[in-house]
């Protein structure tokens, strides 16, 4: 009986192929989950000094800290500061200028934790916040809502 001349794949050598792929998929997509992780924290934590650097500037031309806004909305006093096409709303955070005060009568969740005035990021992935934190070192970044970390500009202690 003649034999005939191999012409495709077999069963297993297609069950194979598809479990290689599947083995290289499994460590491909967490890394690369990362790699975008780390890149937008280091974008939001260019974002957050920006904002501290125009508010020290700010705080040195007119000895008062700029006002409380809302989330998202950049103070218009910071404007001048910053690079013109700044904005506060990004694709995959929104930034928050909190000015809480520092009277010895003011109460709230942040003065206990010591932040006067902050920058604060608010992102739906909530291993951002974390990773930031580790971008920035030593600088005084607190959670202070549960999807919301807060970059210290001046504590209730001063600057």
Not at 22 to 41: D, E, K
Not at 87 to 94: A, D, K, V
Request: hydrophobic letters at 40%; proline letters at 7%; charged letters at 15%.
């Amino acid at each position: 009986m003649p034999r005939r001349s191999a012409s495709g794949f077999t069963l297993i050598e297609l069950m194979i192929v598809v479990s290689v792929i599947g083995i290289v998929a499994a460590l491909v997509i967490p890394a690369y989950a990362n790699f975008i992780r780390n890149t937008r924290a280091a974008q939001a934590a260019a974002d957050l000094y920006t904002v501290r650097a125009a508010t020290y500037l700010y705080y040195g031309d007119t000895a008062q800290w700029p006002p409380e806004t809302m989330t998202g909305e950049i103070p218009p006093e910071l404007v001048s500061y910053l690079p013109g096409d700044f904005t506060f709303r990004r694709s995959h955070y929104t930034l928050d200028y909190d000015n809480f005060g520092a009277g010895s009568g003011r109460k709230g969740q942040y003065y206990g934790r010591g932040i006067a005035v902050g920058i604060s990021i608010q992102a739906p992935d909530t291993k951002l916040g974390p990773t930031i934190r580790g971008v920035l070192g030593h600088a005084v970044f607190l959670p202070t809502q549960p999807r919301k970390y807060t970059l210290e500009i001046c504590s209730v202690r001063g600057l």
